[in-house]
C-alpha cells in the first residue's frame, strides 16, 4: 500500500493524492492529441514579451498623460518650477531603477506635462504663436529620424556614441554654468551666455541651438535601437514602460531647446 503523505498540501491535492483511480485517467484520443499539436505556438504578447505594438500603446499613454499635465501647466504657469523640479527627481529615479515603475513614469509624465504647459504659456506670451512653430517642428524632427531610422538610413554607432555622451557631458555643464551666470546677474541677455553674439547678428544661442536639436535626434535613434533591441531579446513586457519614459525625455528636450532656438529667431 502507498504510503500517504502527512502534508496537507499534498494530501489534499487531486494530483498529489492517493485516491486516484486508474479508471478516472482520461487519455487524449488521436484527434483531440493533433488538435493540441496543430495549435499556433504563443507569441511575444501571450508570453509576456516585448512587441512593438505593445511599447507604441505604453508610448501613447503616456504622452496622453504628458498633454493632460501641459493643459494644468499652461493655466497655471506657476507650477512649472515645482514640476520641472521633481520632474528631474522623478527621472533620476527611473533612470537608475533596475526594475521599470509604470506609476513613476505615468507619475513622471504628468509631472513633466505641468513643466512643459508653464513654460510653452512663458514663451507664448513673449512670442505668440511660437508653441504650435515648436510642436510642428518637434513632430518632424521625430518622424524624420522614425522615418531615416525604419529604412536602415541611420544606425547607432559606438563611435558615435560615444562622441554623444561626451557632447551631452559638456552642453549639460555649460547649461549649468549658464544658469549661475545667469541667476547672479553676470550676463543681461535673456538667454545668458546663448545671447551672446559671437558673429554679428548671429547669437551663440542659434548655432548651440541647432546642435543641440542634432545630438536630441541622435538620442531618439538610441531610444529606437533600445527598442528594437529589447523585442528581438524578447525582453520582459514590463521594459515596454522603459522605453515609453526614455522617448518621453528625449522629446521633451528637444522640444524645449526647438522651442528656445525659434524664441533666439525671433528676438
Do not use: H
Amino acid at each position: 500500500m502507498a504510503a500517504t503523505s502527512s502534508n496537507p498540501a499534498f494530501r489534499n491535492s487531486p494530483a498529489f493524492g492517493t485516491g486516484i483511480k486508474p479508471d478516472a485517467i482520461i487519455i487524449p484520443t488521436a484527434d483531440q492529441l493533433n488538435e493540441q499539436f496543430g495549435r499556433p505556438s504563443a507569441g511575444p504578447a501571450e508570453t509576456g514579451r516585448m512587441t512593438y505594438q505593445d511599447t507604441i500603446v505604453k508610448i501613447i499613454v503616456s504622452f496622453g498623460v504628458l498633454l493632460i499635465g501641459a493643459a494644468i501647466g499652461w493655466v497655471v504657469p506657476v507650477l512649472a518650477i515645482p514640476a520641472a523640479i521633481a520632474g528631474l527627481v522623478l527621472a533620476l529615479v527611473n533612470t537608475f531603477k533596475k526594475q521599470p515603475s509604470r506609476a513613476l513614469i505615468l507619475t513622471y509624465a504628468a509631472v513633466e506635462g505641468v513643466f512643459v504647459g508653464g513654460i510653452s504659456n512663458f514663451f507664448n506670451a513673449q512670442w505668440d504663436g511660437i508653441v504650435p512653430q515648436a510642436v510642428f517642428g518637434t513632430l518632424g524632427v521625430v518622424a524624420v529620424t522614425l522615418a531615416l531610422f525604419a529604412s536602415g538610413k541611420v544606425r547607432a554607432s559606438k563611435r558615435a556614441t560615444k562622441v554623444f555622451l561626451v557632447a551631452i557631458v559638456g552642453y549639460a555643464a555649460f547649461s549649468l554654468v549658464n544658469v549661475v551666470l545667469m541667476l547672479t546677474g553676470v550676463t543681461s541677455g535673456m538667454f545668458g551666455l546663448r545671447s551672446i553674439e559671437i558673429i554679428p547678428g548671429v547669437p551663440l544661442g542659434a548655432i548651440l541651438g541647432i546642435f543641440v536639436v542634432l545630438l536630441a535626434s541622435y538620442s531618439l535613434v538610441l531610444d529606437f535601437d533600445s527598442i528594437k533591441t529589447g523585442v528581438e531579446r524578447g525582453a520582459p513586457s514590463i521594459f515596454g514602460w522603459q522605453a515609453a519614459f526614455g522617448i518621453m525625455v528625449t522629446v521633451v528636450w528637444l522640444y524645449v531647446e526647438i522651442l528656445r532656438l525659434i524664441a533666439i529667431f525671433r528676438d
